[in-house]
């Protein structure tokens, strides 16, 4: 696999998380979660739509708690050799991924990208042992 062949944006239609040997989805379809490629860079952008009401023009606490709480985003630059692809997190809604490279394997079958590796969960503050991610993007 190539930068070529990843090339645009992609959108997320499985994740499973397995950690200490119970595999459990985390893909939830009311959120939209679409990642973008380019040479070098990478960024992914997710959306809970039904709760994206408009602010006013206070923009007030709730407001912008509401807001944060609906949408995520994050991005990089990223490392490919062949199947080998790290992330190096740059920015993040979250501050724990920021300054983080996260290693995966890529694999590009029947127009469907799933990336997979080791999670660490451990190591970005969310849990006592790491996991193992697998995920699955189509193209949009």
């Not at 960024?43 to 739509?49: D, E, G, H, N, W």
Request: hydrophobic residues 35%; glycine residues 10%; proline residues 4%.
């Amino acid at each position: 696999m190539n930068a070529s062949d990843l090339l645009g944006e992609w959108r997320l239609v499985s994740a499973e998380l397995t950690t200490k040997g119970s595999t459990t989805s985390i893909y939830d379809p009311k959120w939209e979660f679409v990642k973008i490629f380019t040479q070098t860079h990478f960024a992914f952008l997710t959306r809970l739509p039904e709760d994206r009401a408009p602010f006013s023009a206070e923009a007030t606490d709730a407001e912008l708690l509401r807001g944060a709480k609906s949408f995520n985003a994050g991005g990089g630059r990223y490392d490919l050799a062949g199947a080998d692809y790290i992330e190096h997190i740059q920015y993040c809604s979250y501050p724990n991924y920021e300054g983080q490279s996260i290693a995966f394997k890529l694999t590009f079958v029947d127009g469907v990208l799933t990336q997979e590796g080791i999670y660490p969960l451990k190591r970005l503050g969310f849990g006592d042992t790491d996991g193992y991610l697998v995920e699955s993007y189509e193209r949009l």
